[in-house]
């Protein structure tokens, strides 16, 4: 099904603005996870949209653009890599999407949340819809920002931090990634309550 079909069955129902809800970042060893919330005009259609991860890098960057200039609204909201570590991913995903519906300056009647789970503290009407990015226009502008925006953050780091080579991989758990924390150890954007960072640092420990 054509994405902006799925979303006018809901605006069918006489709803009147839609919010697709999307996170970036769940599963790297570093950096922060990003989410975004967007509101679309109910009779717009945007060529090429679709899943964040289905686009290039160049197509994701174009379509970054229109998505802001054409939605209603939109929020993106970004928690940190120390936040992370304290309340655990999945609640770091729930909050950075729960603060950016709450910050879309035009309240939903109903949000589609990509993946399985509702999100606890979102207040307003919500269903989780699996495979989301892929089915809904609002769910895929949402996915799209929530990437762009988490891979410039990424960008921005791998400069402060360039033996990590951020820029290849944006954090996630690549073989060089894992040769360059064997190499120089962690760095500050690095999640320390994830397997593979606990377990090289307690590998660490016991070489020493």
């Given at each position: 099904?054509?994405?902006?079909?799925?979303d006018?069955?809901?605006y069918?129902?006489?709803?009147r603005?839609?919010?697709?809800?999307?996170?970036?970042?769940?599963?790297?060893?570093?950096?922060?996870v990003?989410?975004a919330?967007?509101?679309?005009?109910?009779?717009i259609?945007?060529p090429?949209?679709n899943?964040s991860?289905?686009l290039s890098?160049?197509?994701?960057?174009?379509?970054?653009?229109v998505?802001?200039e054409?939605?209603?609204?939109?929020?993106i909201?970004i928690?940190?890599?120390?936040?992370i570590?304290q309340i655990?991913?999945?609640q770091?995903?729930f909050?950075?999407?729960?603060?950016?519906?709450?910050?879309?300056?035009?309240?939903?009647?109903?949000?589609?949340?990509?993946?399985?789970?509702?999100?606890p503290?979102?207040?307003f009407?919500?269903?989780?819809?699996?495979?989301?990015?892929?089915?809904?226009?609002?769910?895929?502008?949402?996915?799209?920002?929530?990437?762009?925006?988490?891979d410039?953050?990424?960008?921005?780091?791998a400069?402060q931090?360039?033996?990590y080579?951020f820029?290849k991989?944006?954090?996630?758990?690549?073989?060089?990634h894992?040769?360059?924390?064997?190499?120089?150890?962690?760095?500050?954007?690095?999640?320390?309550?994830?397997a593979?960072?606990?377990e090289?640092l307690?590998?660490?420990?016991l070489?020493?």
């Open positions: 099904m054509d994405p902006f079909s799925f006018k069955e809901f069918d129902k006489g709803l603005f839609i919010a697709g809800i999307d996170e970036a970042g769940r599963g790297p060893l570093a950096g922060p990003a989410a919330a967007v509101i679309f005009p109910k009779d259609k945007i090429d949209l899943d991860k289905q890098e160049k197509k994701r960057e174009e379509l970054f653009d998505i802001r054409k939605g209603l609204a939109y929020s909201e928690i940190d890599n120390n936040i570590d655990n991913i999945l770091a995903t909050l950075a999407m729960s603060k950016a519906v709450s910050n879309l300056k035009i309240k939903p009647d109903l949000c589609l949340i990509d993946g399985n789970h509702k999100v503290s979102i207040t009407a919500q269903s989780a819809i699996v495979s989301g990015d892929a089915k809904s226009a609002c769910i895929a502008a949402a996915s799209i920002l929530a990437k762009v925006t988490r410039r953050l990424m960008y921005d780091y400069k931090y360039p033996v080579k820029e991989h944006k954090g996630y758990c690549t073989r060089k894992i040769e360059a924390i064997k190499q120089h150890g962690i760095c500050p954007i690095h999640r320390l309550t994830f593979p960072i606990r090289m307690l590998q660490m420990k070489d020493i």
